[in-house]
């Protein structure tokens, strides 16, 4: 069963129409023990990095997670925050740790340059050329995104990404074996969004 | 590169859309879920929906009505309508709305941008700004039917900026209903003092004068008259910005 994890820091609902609107099961969990017999995870998160770090350490989410993504290899799907969490550490608000699945950070996207508008807010298009989540998507497809932080990758090793630009190359999907991180909204992206949701269900 | 947004703006009295007339003269046009529904079959970017009345009749806007919006839309959705309080967009967001719109509480009481966007982060917080034109480059902020004198409209919006809001909406009361053409200075001051995306609304007569507003650096345009009451539709707006090399999706 698909298991959307409630962290309670941001509403999660567009989340769950999109899935239901799909036709798939699925289950919402707020406790890291009924992560037991997930087949598919789904992390979303709106919000702020820090908050929703400090729900996943204090709720015992990370050991659960650690569990079902690293040993038992469970497809895991990360949405904006969710799939920020997914880096080493965070800079938004006092900073925080997240789960090191992916050899990044995440850092404020203007750091560069002062006349961006963040956040990078609006309809923008991802180079998906080849990534299996995004068959049946043409390449250069708009998404949804809402952000006003990203992630910085440190190695590329093992990974698949697909980025926008957005001043500079914004990572707008990740991918390490199971583990897929989509910093644009897949549910609030109309058609496209949700060929790319019915693939992580139905391909991975 | 990051689209220009076309945003449908769907004005309620607390029942059916309606638009207005420079914020007076009203025409009714039947069920918001109808005619939000229509929108989301025509794939249009986002849509920003306001209960024009709830303000003054002292009452939040309908949350059953934001939910069956809701259901089946794919797009970002933004709500605004007598929000005061941090559990109003609690519950907006839960019936699915992703951005909310604060207006009049926002001018009594500014302090409220700065908790809401702590609470729900800045990307979630629209303030919305009724602009009136005294006459022509002399601008007046607009609230409830009234010029808001204690507010110098550019220093209020650098405020709200300041303050938290990750968004501004635009709505030009002169221009309001009358298909009579944008006022581009208006949007260009605006989007150049400050650096979060500014959507505005008010005036549009033609595709062309979404060219003209997204040729600023507003992130978007807000249109309503000329989709309920001409043959244009956000489709063919989108084609005229292309051909004009904007970059819309």
């Known amino acids: 069963m698909l298991k959307i994890v409630d962290l309670q820091v941001g509403n999660i609902g567009s989340v769950i129409r999109a899935v ?144 926008t630009d957005y001043g500079e190359d914004v990572v707008a999907y990740v991918r390490k074996n199971n583990i897929h991180g989509a910093q644009f909204h897949p549910e609030k992206s109309q058609a496209v969004g949700l060929q790319f949701l019915r693939n992580f269900i139905e391909l991975c | 590169m990051l689209r220009k947004r076309i945003i ?125 034109e005294l006459e022509l480059g002399v601008y007046a902020v607009f609230n409830n039917g009234h010029i808001v004198s204690k507010l110098d409209l550019f220093e209020w919006i650098l405020k709200v900026v300041e303050l938290g809001a990750g968004e501004l909406l635009i709505n030009n009361v002169t221009r309001d209903g009358n298909m009579k053409g944008v006022n581009v200075a208006l949007a260009k001051k605006i989007s150049n003092i400050v650096n979060v995306p500014v959507i505005y609304a008010g005036g549009v007569s033609c595709p062309e004068d979404a060219v003209r507003i997204c040729e600023t650096n507003a992130s978007g345009v807000g249109i309503s008259s000329i989709f309920h009451f001409t043959e244009h539709t956000p489709e063919s707006c989108k084609l005229v910005m292309k051909r004009a090399g904007l970059s819309v999706r």
């Open chain 2, 8 to 132: 449908p703006i769907v004005l309620l009295d607390g029942f059916s859309v309606l638009k207005t007339i420079n914020f007076k003269e009203r025409r009714n046009l039947g069920s918001p879920i109808t005619v939000t529904r229509t929108y989301n079959t025509r794939n249009v970017d986002e849509l920003v929906l306001l209960d024009i009345d709830a303000s003054k009749q002292k009452r939040a806007i309908d949350k059953f009505t934001i939910a069956e919006i809701a259901q089946d839309c794919f797009m970002p959705l933004t709500v605004g309508g007598g929000i005061k309080s941090i559990k109003d967009i609690q519950d907006l967001l839960a019936k699915g709305a992703d951005k909310v719109a604060v207006n009049s509480y926002a001018i009594q009481n500014p302090l409220f941008i700065k908790e809401a966007s702590d609470v729900f982060g800045a990307q979630c917080i629209v303030v919305s700004v009724d602009v009136v």
């Open chain 1, 20 to 163: 239901k609107h799909l036709g798939a099961e699925y289950e919402l969990i707020t406790l890291p023990e009924q992560l037991e017999g997930a087949t598919k995870i789904i992390l979303p998160g709106v919000g702020n990095f820090t908050a929703a770090s400090v729900k996943l350490y204090a709720s015992g989410f990370v050991e659960a997670l650690n569990k079902h993504v690293l040993d038992i290899k469970i497809p895991v799907l990360g949405i904006c925050v969710g799939m920020q969490l997914l880096a080493n550490e965070g800079f938004e608000g006092n900073g925080a740790k997240g789960l090191g699945y992916i050899d990044a950070v995440v850092k404020r996207i203007n750091s560069f340059d002062e006349t961006l508008i963040v956040p990078h807010m609006g309809w923008n298009d991802v180079s998906t050329k080849n990534l299996s989540l995004f068959q049946g998507i043409e390449d250069k497809s708009c998404f949804y995104f809402v952000h006003s932080y990203a992630m910085k990758i440190l190695s590329q090793e093992e990974l698949d990404i697909a980025y």
